[in-house]
């Protein structure tokens, strides 16, 4: 069992790729402690894998007390943090550069940026105290990788995700903290909708693309896993796209 002992933190813990990726590492003998900012769901999730594997702490990424104060949580209630997954994202409100609200924009940079940035400085800050460990943080192929009319926002915030992985990455390696991302296309999550697109409509868009489906969020977890894991310790500032080819 590639993670058993180790305790691995999980933010957007209880959505599509949060959930299958703390399902996944449960499997693999890790205690997840899945954090977001709905108690019910994040209650649900860690039923769904059971108390004995999972935990759960109601938490803010775009608050900075609340962002220590997970880290804090996770690693106080359970002995320390081996692992975290940055996950927490939303699409936000679409539309043309020169219509998007102010107000809009500031929110989807809040989550997606800020939100990554605020959990990596306090995770990475106690993995250095106390011997290192690893952390994934969740892109997109719509940023760096590939841009769609409409979501300026994200794809900016996206974009940026990339670059502040490889940056960290380069900043603490020599800390004994391995940081990557990986940057999923569209999977079976009702985010991967376009504005407007109904699932029938993203089913025939992704008809076209060189896979022909959409990704299944556990394919999506278990490459979030193998950046997590012993097996890829000389990858360093990796972005692993994991898109069917979309943006190949």
Sequence with gaps: MRFDG??????????GIGRATAHAFAREGATVVLAGRDAAALAEAVKEIGSDRADHVVADVTDPASAVGMVETAAGRHGGLHVAVNNAGILGA???????????????????????????KHEIAHMRAHGGGAI??????????????????YAASKAAVSVLTRTAALDHIGDGVRVNAVSPGA?????????????AGRAERM?????????????????????ASDASSHVVGHDLVVDGGVTA
């Design 136 to 153: 994934v943080n969740v892109s997109s192929n719509i940023g760096a990788h590939g841009r769609r009319p409409g979501l300026a926002a």
């Design 6 to 15: 180790k305790i691995v933190l999980i933010t957007g813990g209880a959505g």
């Design 94 to 120: 679409a539309g043309p550069v020169a219509d998007i609200d102010a107000a809009a924009w500031n929110g989807v940079l809040a989550v997606n940026l800020t939100g990554v940035f605020l959990s990596m």
């Design 207 to 227: 008809r076209a693309t060189p896979s022909g489906r959409v990704a299944d969020t556990a394919e999506v977890a278990e490459s979030i896993l193998w950046l």
């Design 187 to 199: 999977s079976d999550t009702p985010m991967s909708l376009l504005p407007g697109e109904t699932p």
